[in-house]
């Protein structure tokens, strides 16, 4: 249950969008999209993730003599 509230953060961000479709058994979904501006701050947490995983990376592999 801890995702939808990340999604509806991240819509209210301004990341996401979401539209409300009826369902034909149960409640009506949801369905979420990527924004431009989320593809934007996706492409920017994706280089500060590899810039740190490159980092420990870095740190706790031994270096080769």
């Given at each position: 249950g801890a995702i939808?509230?990340?999604?509806?953060?991240?819509?209210?961000?301004?990341?996401?969008?979401?539209?409300?479709?009826?369902?034909?058994?149960?409640?009506?979904?949801?369905?979420?999209?990527?924004?431009?501006?989320?593809?934007?701050a996706l492409a920017?947490?994706?280089?500060?993730?590899?810039?740190?995983?490159?980092?420990?990376?870095g740190a706790v592999?031994?270096?080769?003599?």
């Open positions: 939808y509230p990340v999604l509806r953060s991240l819509a209210a961000s301004g990341l996401l969008d979401s539209r409300v479709e009826p369902s034909e058994v149960g409640p009506p979904r949801r369905y979420y999209r990527i924004t431009d501006e989320g593809r934007r920017e947490w994706l280089t500060v993730w590899r810039d740190m995983r490159s980092f420990v990376d592999t031994p270096a080769k003599a």
